[in-house]
């Protein structure tokens, strides 16, 4: 007999579905090496929910020290309950969250700041948007890097739906989930302003499936604007790392390098490493 779908708290399925922190780590101690000829220490997640790369950059090397910034109070409690607490003492003590608009945050300057799964897209007025580059750009340390993501190309601008499984895993506690799947719909877009509002859906026969677990109103810029605005606010150097195509796989390699001639396929995503100039 088949056994009941089960509810999955959205955060767990979220982070299931969209972010691995070995991987951002990586790319993010390329970036830092680099620029500033050495792995940064310190670490600031903007717009960082359950603040996962957070506790992950504390829990990589003893040395490093993390801040998450988000606005949004009931999920740092969440990440404070169901993140933060699976940290030893010592970890702990290297994890600060704050809950504070990413525009105004007081934070120690830092070596790196992320602004990851497109988040920073809220802002979808130039001035706002160089404003919060402004900002971060005063928070890091000299040879800090900035890292953002993007996406693009044809699709980006489609009314769509895109199915990806998931693999059953494992959630913080070490309670198994099922296969499940995300959906990722773009519900609207204005070509006039580049106004695009996105869902994110999980459905599967094991969970009860989650309608509009998020919701995104964002802007979506292009690799040309957001680099103009981070060298307008002192920025040195802009990288764009792309993944490679495989022919065979007929898919991306998964090997992101910097490239600075890349084709417009009809969706691609994007890491760029902003980065001050080192004293």
Known sequence: MASDPILIHKHILYEASVQDTEVDIALIDRMTEKSMGREGLTLREDFSGTSLLACAWAQSKTDRE?????????????????????????????????????????????????????????????????????????ALNPGGV???????????????????????????????????????????????????????HFRGKNIIPIQKAFTYDWRLWSITELTDLLHEVGFKTVDPYFEGWDDEAEGTDGELK????YENMLAWICYLSAAKENA
């Open 146 to 200: 900035f890292v953002l993501d993007l996406f693009g190309g044809p699709h980006s601008q489609d009314v769509m739906k895109e199915k990806k499984r998931i693999r059953a895993g494992t959630d913080y506690r070490g309670k198994a989930y099922p296969e499940f799947t995300y959906v990722w719909e773009q519900a609207t877009f204005n070509a006039v302003n580049q106004n695009i509002k996105c869902h994110i």
């Open 258 to 261: 910097i490239r600075k001639k």
């Open 66 to 138: 993390a801040w998450g910034v988000d606005l949004h109070a009931p999920t740092l409690r969440w990440a404070e309950k169901n993140r933060l607490s699976r940290l030893n003492d010592e970890e702990k003590k290297r994890v600060h969250l704050l809950e504070d608009n990413v525009l105004t945050a007081q934070s120690p300057t830092v070596d790196v700041v992320v602004a990851l799964n497109f988040s920073y897209m809220i802002f979808k007025q130039r001035d706002l948007l160089k404003g919060y580059f402004q900002s971060v750009f005063d």
